[in-house]
T-cell receptor, first 116, second 112 residues
Framework: DTAVSQTPKYLVTQMGNDKSIKCEQNLGHDTMYWYKQDSKKFLKIMFSYNNKELIINETVPNRFSPKSPDKAHLNLHINSLELGDSAVYFC???????????????FGPGTRLTVL | DQQVKQNSPSLSVQEGRISILNCDYTNSMFDYFLWYKKYPAEGPTFLISISSIKDKNEDGRFTVFLNKSAKHLSLHIVPSQPGDSAVYFCAASGSGNTPLVFGKGTRLSVIA
């Protein structure tokens, strides 16, 4: 039973298109995140949601819009895709009350986005 | 500006020996430090963590050491096994549900 799942795993699309990546967690966590791993392999936070409310928005272009319909889901919609958006996007979740170790975050398998 | 640095992109160790992965940080406000392991085409998997009030945490073959004055932590794996071959990320965070700040990772290869 997958704890944090993402769909699709691979996404290849043309510049200028709009695409969405879905994330679901079945851990009962209150907080969910989107991270981006770029070509230099850095994993960087993009957004953080707590109980469907946006709490952190790093300097991400407003072409990226996260949406949390409920606390188990955090989807990422990207408008007008650009070449530089090509990366691996990871969803994660956490709950410090439930975590066995401080701020342990559980990651999904990642979505590899390629913009042509 | 990298707040968490892993200066060794790769490390090769013989099976049975000790693997030592290093990590340095610059932000003295970090409260928690975590190590994640990542296999290709998978998400990072939590391995072990330590809070800033401790200097050592051990879990089986894995031990994390924290030197706050030097802003340095290390992960020791002993004995190393071929299945330990992966990319290891050091991460740090403040208190509460704050995002993790990751290092660039160190690729560990354990040779049989």
């Amino acid at each position: 039973d997958t704890a944090v799942s993402q769909t699709p795993k691979y996404l290849v699309t043309q510049m200028g298109n709009d695409k969405s990546i879905k994330c679901e967690q079945n851990l009962g966590h209150d907080t969910m995140y989107w991270y981006k791993q770029d070509s230099k392999k850095f994993l960087k936070i993009m957004f953080s949601y707590n109980n469907k409310e946006l709490i952190i928005n790093e300097t991400v272009p407003n072409r990226f819009s996260p949406k949390s319909p409920d606390k188990a889901h955090l989807n990422l919609h990207i408008n007008s895709l650009e070449l530089g958006d090509s990366a691996v996007y990871f969803c994660a979740s956490s709950d410090p009350v439930l975590a066995s170790s401080y701020n342990e975050q559980f990651f999904g398998p990642g979505t590899r986005l390629t913009v042509l | 500006d990298q707040q968490v640095k892993q200066n060794s992109p790769s490390l090769s160790v013989q099976e049975g020996r000790i693997s030592i992965l290093n990590c340095d940080y610059t932000n003295s406000m970090f409260d928690y430090f975590l190590w994640y392991k990542k296999y290709p085409a998978e998400g990072p998997t939590f391995l072990i963590s330590i809070s800033s009030i401790k200097d050592k945490n051990e879990d089986g073959r894995f031990t994390v050491f924290l030197n706050k004055s030097a802003k340095h932590l290390s992960l020791h794996i002993v004995p190393s096994q071929p299945g330990d071959s992966a990319v290891y990320f050091c991460a740090a965070s403040g208190s509460g549900n704050t995002p993790l700040v990751f290092g660039k990772g160190t690729r560990l290869s354990v040779i049989a």
